[in-house]
C-alpha cells in the first residue's frame, strides 16, 4: 500500500457535517496537486455518497469516488470528535477519502484493491485503538505502513 503523506493525516477535522468533513479532507488532496478539478471531485464524492452511504461501521466512513479529476491514487486520513454521518444516527469518528483516478485499460480492479487494503487496516480493533490514542501523525501514518 502507498505511504500516506503526513499532509494527508488531520488528526483534528473541525467538522459538523459529512459534507463539510468531506470538502475539508478534498481541500488536502487539492493542496498537494493530487486533484486537477476540486470541485467536480468533491461533487463526484458526494453523488457516490448519495447513491449508498460509506459508513461502514466501527466510527469509520471511507467516502470515495473514481474520477477524471484525480491525478494520482491518494487517500487521507481525518479524525473528528463523534459526528453524524447519516440520518441513522451513525456517528464517525474516522474518515478516510479515497482519491481515485478513473480508470485505465488494465486497472479496472485498482478501485477495489484500495478499497480492500484500506478497509483491511480500518477494521482491525488494534489499529482503530491506536487511532483514538494518536497524538501524533506518525503515530497515525505508521498504522498503515
Known sequence: ?????PSFVDL?????????AISLLVEHLWNEGKLSEKEY?????LKREELLSTY??????????????VKEASFV??????????EEDESVQFIILLAIPSAE??????H??????????????DIREKWVNATTIEEIINTFN
Open 112 to 125: 477495489i484493491e484500495m478499497m480492500s487494503n484500506v478497509a483491511t487496516i480500518a477494521l482491525e480493533e
Open 12 to 20: 483534528n477535522l473541525n467538522a459538523t457535517s459529512k459534507k463539510e
Open 1 to 5: 500500500m502507498k505511504t500516506i503523506k
Open 77 to 86: 486520513f481525518g479524525r473528528t470528535s463523534d459526528m453524524a454521518w447519516d
Open 41 to 45: 471531485y468533491f461533487e463526484a464524492v
Open 105 to 110: 485499460d488494465g486497472e479496472e480492479n485498482k
Open 56 to 69: 461502514c461501521g466501527y466510527a469509520i466512513a471511507i467516502p470515495h469516488a473514481e474520477s477524471n479529476a
